[in-house]
């Protein structure tokens, strides 16, 4: 339990030593308590969401080939993507945006989006049958703008072949209901440290007004599959901060590195009972990594369907890309998450954030869907695999970029340690049952990498292969951290 008590108080190996807690009583205050309360940090982002129009006409086929807006300046926004009603119909065909920049007031050349956004909850889950979920391109990063331009384009077919959408003149069909989604972060005031610039031209934001009473969730433990509730009202953030609290202070702004010794004295207080004679003896886990939390990079708790999804462990780890550019810098990483955050939610009609964790090009990591870093939280990052794994999103694109050995290096040092957590081998297989998807059915088992891409499990070509050629390092740095 003193691992507990050392990394509840913030203590670190940089700081005072796991000796200085065993003198602690062998308690369990932060978790045993009532929900503690934090303030939300004020985050002022917004979307707006603007329905396509026919850019050109088929008088003789009766159909709009090409949809889109023309030149027009709109309020702030700093990441695009395109929308459509129907989560299960493709789009196929080509969706290219030019922005404005807001300081500059110069126009981007055509920037491709990509269209093909295979990452979603398994089917049949109540998150995938809410009803609010929509079809989706990956969203872009862009940077601070106030003008757009947009323009999606039906691609040409030979044959649209049986169950496919296409006309007489074998051109594929755009999904109804098209619409552009412009998402500005936003700035996030009053978190720790609270060092984040506001973009050239949008004011620092003010305050916001009070949210109404949502439903707390400390994440106690609840069955597989199910939502963990509890009936108190309070704070909106305190559901999500409440779930870290065995692994750092309340209100921190990032779950802070321990070394080896601390980490497996916390692996024994949070696990003791779930550990074999032989995993107790001698762990196999890689030193906690410095994660930063939701409240540090600003999440916006009231955006979030309230409790949390967890499943009975974690198994395996599947490495994705955001496929949304790598023009952004390391201290914008935060903006690009809060970005992604409200369009997984707000446009694509999601309960969180899709994926588990994310890291930038720097290295840092990020604590992503809420529930607990260090619980098996569900995500919904691999189409029928989101059960027993957890999903790590590297922002940026890496089909023809190289990664950053920062990157690579922060996958390795994740792995080791939540994967360690649960006793698995970053460099073994696993089995998987599928939940159904487009490469295996539903109720296949599946012999997969313990950290795998995602296309390992999806047919995409997420996370691109420059990304997916380094798996193999991010394995074996992985194996090594943990000691095996």
């Not at 005031?189 to 984040?196: A, C, Q």
């Not at 979030?304 to 499943?311: A, K, M, S």
């Not at 446009?347 to 588990?356: C, E, H």
Request: net charge positive; with cysteine.
């Amino acid at each position: 339990m003193h691992g507990f008590l050392a990394s509840s108080l913030g203590v670190s190996s940089a700081g005072v030593t796991c000796a200085a807690a065993l003198t602690l009583p062998p308690t369990l205050p932060a978790a045993a308590a009532a929900p503690m309360r934090l303030p939300a940090p004020a985050v002022s982002g917004a979307t707006q969401s603007l329905p396509l129009v026919p850019l050109t006409h088929d008088r003789v086929h009766g159909v709009a080939p090409e949809q889109g807006l023309h030149r027009r300046s709109v309020r702030h926004f700093s990441l695009v993507g395109v929308i459509w009603d129907n989560p299960d119909t493709e789009l196929r065909g080509g969706v290219q945006v030019r922005t404005r920049d807001a300081a500059g007031g110069t126009w981007s050349g055509w920037q491709d989006v990509e269209t093909h956004n295979e990452d979603g909850a398994d089917p049949g889950t109540a998150e995938r049958t809410s009803g609010r979920v929509r079809g989706a391109t990956a969203p872009l990063w862009v940077g601070d703008s106030d003008g757009v331009e947009v323009r999606v384009r039906a691609a040409a077919e030979d044959a649209a072949g049986p169950g496919r959408d296409g006309d007489a003149a074998g051109r594929s069909l755009l999904p109804a209901g098209l619409r552009l989604e412009l998402v500005d972060p936003g700035i996030a005031s009053g978190i720790d440290p609270g060092t984040e610039p506001a973009p050239v031209g949008r004011p620092a934001a003010g305050p916001r007004p009070a949210a109404g009473p949502r439903a707390d969730s400390p994440g106690t433990d609840v069955p597989p599959g199910e939502v963990a509730r509890t009936d108190s009202l309070g704070d909106i953030a305190a559901s999500a901060v409440n779930t870290d609290l065995a692994l750092t202070h309340l209100g921190a702004a990032e779950i802070p590195a321990l070394n080896r010794r601390d980490t497996e004295i916390e692996l024994l207080a949070l696990r003791s009972g779930e550990l074999t004679q032989a995993q107790s003896a001698k762990p196999y886990i890689g030193p906690r990594p410095r994660i930063v939390t939701r409240h540090g990079w600003g999440a916006d708790e009231s955006l979030r369907e309230r409790g949390f999804v967890y499943t009975k462990k974690i198994k395996a780890a599947f490495v994705h890309h955001s496929a949304g550019g790598n023009k952004y810098t390391c201290s914008q990483a935060p903006s690009v998450i809060r970005s992604i955050y409200r369009y997984h939610v707000k446009s694509m009609g999601w309960r969180d954030i899709g994926y588990n964790f994310l890291v930038d090009k720097c290295g840092n990591i990020y604590e992503g869907r809420a529930g607990g870093a260090a619980k098996a939280v569900m995500g919904a990052h691999t189409h029928g695999f989101n059960s027993n794994t957890m999903g790590i999103a590297v922002l940026g694109s890496y089909a023809t970029t190289k990664p950053a050995s920062a990157a690579v290096k922060a996958i390795a040092k994740l792995t080791a340690w939540k994967l360690g957590l649960y006793g698995i081998n970053p460099r073994g297989k696993t089995y998987l049952t599928s939940g159904g998807g487009n490469l295996y059915p539903k109720g296949k088992n599946v012999r997969l990498n313990v950290i795998s891409g995602h296309r390992d499990g999806f047919a995409t070509q997420c996370p691109g292969q420059k990304l997916y050629s380094k798996l193999g390092t991010a394995r074996s740095d992985a194996a090594r951290y943990q000691g095996r």
